[in-house]
């Protein structure tokens, strides 16, 4: 079975300081690899996804992820946080569902706090 | 633009009681699945359904009971609740093809088990 780490559980920026949150996977085969921010009080929503192609990924609001296959890695990125940024954000792989379907293995999450 | 529902949004549950939560999407998507979120552990999937009429177990399934009667609609059940059932409990919904992987969350249902 997968597993996917997320490093940093808890991390505290100021506003404009840039961000780059660890993931790490497990699997070696073809992977499906996403980012999903959880807002306060609020649902899941997809922040970017990478299937192929380009290893580094735009997503939404300005963040960036790099898929490095070597490292098993996908780390999110971005130049210069807002305090709107505050959330819990999570790493997550697809490993697929016997008879089909979309399994989504998700990491530990982390919560970033940005401060004013 | 509903999107995914999950009903209800709040509940207290004694040990032993039972209850069902019900995720409704309106997207027409062939996939369902109902995740638990822990502090610290992240998202676990419970069950799933890959169409109407069909559920599978997922990581953590045991107490939990789930139906697919309607394309639109997952239900899942605690029959006999337990304090670890505590949790926040998130439906999610994918499309059949291309299996993009992209799964839509409601808001999640939080549940406290006394």
């Known amino acids: 079975a997968q597993s996917v780490s997320q490093h940093n559980h808890h991390v505290i920026l100021s506003e404009a300081a840039s961000l780059e949150l660890g993931c790490n996977y497990s699997y070696g085969g073809t992977v499906n690899l996403f980012w999903y921010v959880q807002y306060p009080g609020q649902h899941l929503q997809l922040l970017l996804k990478y299937f192929s192609g380009d290893p580094l990924v735009k997503g939404i609001k300005g963040f960036e992820a790099e898929f490095i296959k070597s490292k098993f890695s996908f780390n999110l990125r971005k130049p210069s946080v807002q305090w709107s940024d505050t959330a819990e954000y999570f790493c997550a792989v697809n490993e697929g569902l016997t008879g089909g379907g979309n399994k989504l293995t998700f990491g530990t999450g982390t919560q970033l706090k940005v401060e004013l | 633009n509903a999107g995914v529902t999950q009903t209800p949004k709040f509940r207290v549950l004694k040990t032993g009681q039972s209850m069902t939560l019900l995720c409704a999407q309106d997207?027409?998507?062939?996939?369902m699945y109902w995740y638990r979120q822990d502090p610290g552990m992240g998202l676990r999937l419970i069950h799933y359904s890959v169409g109407e009429g069909t559920t599978a177990k997922g990581e953590v399934p045991d107490g939990y009971n789930v139906s697919r009667l309607k394309k639109q609609n997952f239900l899942l059940g605690l029959e006999s609740a337990a304090p670890s059932q505590t949790s926040v409990y998130f439906c999610?919904?994918?499309?059949?093809?291309?299996?993009?992987?992209?799964?839509?969350f409601g808001e999640g249902s939080r549940l406290t088990v006394l």
């Open positions: 997207m027409n998507h062939e996939y």
């Open positions: 999610a919904s994918s499309y059949l093809v291309p299996p993009t992987g992209e799964l839509f």
